[in-house]
């Protein structure tokens, strides 16, 4: 560890509830827009199936998440994780995976609040508002994770009870609904759209597994962590689920396939007013509180590999007043604007899935590899013991790599250089690492050794004694 | 002493009981929700689903499954630890 973050520690007082807020602030905005090109691909049938196939593998991720989250109770989430468990090489990858996911998914959401901002009051230009936006977000996450994520969980709060409240209005009768729209777009382009519409399905949920990034500075990250990812992604189900019968019910699917913000378009064509203005305030805060935890958690995650100078330690110091990685929070903001400001968004949100599924491959493959090398199950290594694993970890890497695979239609140049990106963080790194010869320190965690790892010494004994 | 200790402990109870409520609370909306959507899409659209409605059927018994069994976890690791990390202190 860097010698920044002695003096100061990140401060431990979040609770489960701020877990909830971090994992579905980030991820609802999914649910408000951008999950309904899987009805361009499959139709209502397709985007169910996308759906319940990408909710499973998430479930399973959020399981893992909670398991390695509440064990470690580190900072750098997936990073961390990998790094223990796998190696140098797939943990700066994952690292770096986790970095550029979240912050294209802030330059997304910035873009947006200043679109809906200028919608509203015309006179205002879309470049000075995203700054602003970026800038205010990076400001409160300088302050402090606490004001951060309770700002999230109030904002992403009044935004899931505007879509409970208008689901339930709709089932109970109060919305007059449309069945036919499902049987006309159930599935527009055959049995081939059920599996092209699977490369949208991470959408409903990208970004969950973000909520275990915050363990390091949680009050009882062991309570904090299941708890908090598990309501967090029973949440998203529901919201998905409601999400995707509202739209399918009041909007046309040929019309759905290309909303920009579908649930909203959904409340106009109800008809009723308190609706049409609760999903368009939702919508909007969904992207603040979106762009809000994608700061914390792209700061978390280059802090992490700062700390392990992977990047240059001076990103590792901790504000000694506010107890905030301030400089790696601070960084946040040039990149997010560089991104923004490309001019290849959608090439960026591309880039910013695929990191996602990488990630989900390495996430599960970390949990198989602790389990390995931890297999005993006591209060301070394993205080979450996952269910039936490691079987569902296997099943979640199936289908991380079936729904990258599908990325190749459409997605082809993306994904290549996605592998070229990440292929060569994966052995710069494992060079760089092996000449300088770090180990893990399992004793500073509390922690016994692995197993194996007491023959592995007596072997590298021998072989030196050999050499000699 | 003793008084305090029960105090203690049923303060604990009252707050695991509370973490309980709310995630059989979450479970019940889930399966009520994601039953009811499922019904009222495949019933619309039986004549095209009605091939394939098994995929359906298997992802969302998988959904229910391990989050349920997930769930029963996290409240047993709480129970558990709840006095050795001192969770609602």
């Known amino acids: 560890m860097s010698e920044h973050n002695e003096a100061a520690s990140l401060v431990k007082t979040l609770r489960p509830f701020h877990v909830w807020a971090l994992g579905v602030g980030i991820v609802l905005v999914g649910e408000y827009m951008g999950w309904n090109f899987t009805v361009a691909k499959g139709g209502v049938l397709g985007s169910l199936l996308a759906m319940l196939v990408a909710g499973t593998m998430y479930v399973i991720i959020s399981l893992c998440a909670s398991e390695l989250g509440s064990a470690t109770k580190l900072a750098g989430g997936p990073y961390d994780w990998a790094r223990l468990f796998v190696g140098p090489g797939a943990a700066a990858s994952v690292g770096l995976a986790v970095y550029m996911e979240y912050i294209a998914l802030e330059a997304a959401d910035a873009i947006v609040v200043a679109f809906i901002a200028q919608s509203i009051f015309p006179e205002l230009q879309v470049f000075p508002v995203t700054l602003l936006v970026i800038a205010l977000l990076t400001f409160i996450n300088y302050r402090g994770v606490v004001a951060a994520l309770t700002l999230n969980f109030v904002l992403t709060m009044i935004a899931f009870i505007a879509i409970v409240a208008f689901f339930f209005t709709t089932a109970f009768g109060g919305v007059d609904i449309h069945p036919e729209y499902l049987f006309q777009g159930a599935l527009p382009n055959g049995m081939i759209g059920l599996f092209a519409a699977l490369q949208f399905g991470p959408w409903f949920y990208l970004g969950i597994e973000g909520a275990a990034m915050c363990a390091e500075e949680c009050k009882h990250p062991s309570r904090a962590v299941p708890l908090g990812q598990q309501a967090g992604m029973i949440t998203l189900l529901i919201g998905a689920a409601m999400t995707l019968y509202l739209c399918a019910v009041l909007i046309p699917t040929d019309l759905l396939g290309v909303s920009v913000y579908p649930l909203f378009e959904a409340a106009q064509n109800s008809g009723i007013f308190i609706f049409i203005a609760l999903l368009g305030l939702g919508t909007f805060l969904t992207c603040v509180a979106s762009a809000n935890g994608c700061v914390c958690d792209s700061s978390r995650s280059w802090f992490a590999l700062s700390r392990d100078n992977y990047v240059s330690s001076w990103f590792s110091a901790v504000h000694p007043r506010y107890n905030t990685p301030y400089r790696a929070v601070i960084f946040t903001m040039p990149v997010a604007i560089g991104f923004a400001f490309s001019g290849f968004l959608d090439q960026v949100i591309t880039f910013s899935i695929i990191s996602g599924l990488l990630c989900y491959v390495l996430i599960p493959f970390s949990l198989i590899r602790f389990r390995n090398l931890f297999p005993q199950s006591t209060s301070r290594v394993r205080p979450f013991v996952g269910p039936l694993q490691p079987y569902i970890a296997y099943f979640a890497i199936a289908i991380a790599i079936t729904i990258l695979s599908t990325l190749f239609w459409g997605y082809k140049y993306n994904l290549i250089f996605a592998f070229v990106f990440y292929g060569i963080a994966y052995f710069y790194f494992s060079h760089r690492h092996k000449s300088s010869n770090i180990e893990n320190n399992w004793a500073e965690m509390g922690w016994p050794l692995p197993e194996g790892s007491e023959n592995q010494r007596i072997g590298k004994e021998a072989m030196s004694i050999g050499d000699e | ?89």
């Open chain 2, 1 to 89: 002493m003793e008084t305090n200790n029960q105090a203690l402990e049923s303060k604990y109870h009252s707050k695991l009981n509370g973490d309980t409520l709310l995630v059989v609370g979450m479970l019940a909306l889930l399966v009520g929700v994601e039953g009811f959507i499922i019904y009222r899409i495949l019933s619309e659209t039986w004549e095209i689903a009605s091939d394939f409605f098994y995929l359906y059927v298997i992802f969302l018994g998988l959904i229910f499954l391990i989050e349920t069994i997930g769930c029963l976890r996290v409240r047993d690791s709480i129970k558990n630890h709840m006095f050795e990390f001192k969770y609602y202190d």
